[in-house]
């Protein structure tokens, strides 16, 4: 095994940490990762690979955005609030390192509907909603990251 093979798998795996611990652009630096192999290889399959890892990274980013974003739609969810509640999450992320992301993202969802909309249980629906679509999303970015992680290693099989 090469350096550069080794590398690449270890990037694939921070870069699976990183969907579910948000340091890092996970997903991204799982699709670069395939894309350095690719071109240390510069023959057919490292190619190839590179086409299918590109097509699976642009169809998870899409998927990822889309589904949550029509579940939150039908449910109710106000664009506004997920966006304050993005922003709040962000903040949380560096003022209580570990857990103020998603404890200030929910937070932010249950309050901007509770002022939106009044009632406490309706509130606590559309909080429930927003956290399901993260947890949804945060899935389809891992299904896509292990998909393009799988798509790698066939190409790797097939170099050798």
């Given at each position: 095994?090469?350096?550069?093979?080794?590398?690449?798998?270890?990037?694939?795996?921070?870069?699976?940490?990183?969907?579910?611990?948000?340091?890092?652009p996970?997903?991204?630096?799982?699709?670069?990762?395939?894309?350095?192999?690719?071109?240390?290889e510069?023959?057919r399959?490292?190619?190839?690979?590179l086409?299918?890892t590109?097509?699976?990274?642009?169809?998870?980013?899409?998927t990822?955005y889309?589904?949550?974003?029509?579940?939150?739609?039908?449910?109710?969810?106000a664009?506004?609030?997920?966006?304050?509640?993005?922003?709040?999450?962000a903040?949380?992320?560096?003022?209580?390192?570990v857990?103020?992301?998603?404890?200030?993202?929910?937070?932010?969802?249950y309050?901007?509907?509770?002022?939106?909309?009044?009632?406490?249980?309706?509130?606590?629906?559309?909080?429930?909603?927003?956290?399901?679509?993260?947890?949804?999303?945060?899935?389809?970015?891992?299904?896509?990251?292990?998909?393009?992680?799988?798509?790698?290693?066939?190409?790797?099989?097939l170099?050798?």
């Amino acid at each position: 095994m090469t350096p550069v093979t080794v590398a690449v798998g270890l990037a694939m795996v921070v870069g699976t940490v990183g969907i579910v611990v948000p340091v890092l652009p996970g997903l991204f630096l799982v699709w670069a990762a395939s894309a350095v192999w690719a071109l240390v290889e510069q023959d057919r399959t490292g190619w190839v690979v590179l086409v299918v890892t590109t097509l699976l990274y642009a169809a998870g980013l899409v998927t990822q955005y889309t589904v949550p974003g029509r579940r939150l739609r039908e449910a109710g969810v106000a664009t506004r609030v997920v966006v304050v509640a993005l922003v709040a999450g962000a903040v949380g992320f560096f003022v209580i390192p570990v857990v103020g992301a998603p404890l200030l993202f929910v937070a932010a969802i249950y309050l901007m509907s509770r002022l939106q909309v009044g009632s406490h249980g309706r509130a606590w629906a559309a909080t429930v909603h927003a956290v399901r679509a993260i947890g949804l999303s945060m899935g389809i970015e891992l299904l896509t990251a292990f998909a393009i992680m799988t798509t790698w290693v066939v190409g790797l099989l097939l170099v050798r």
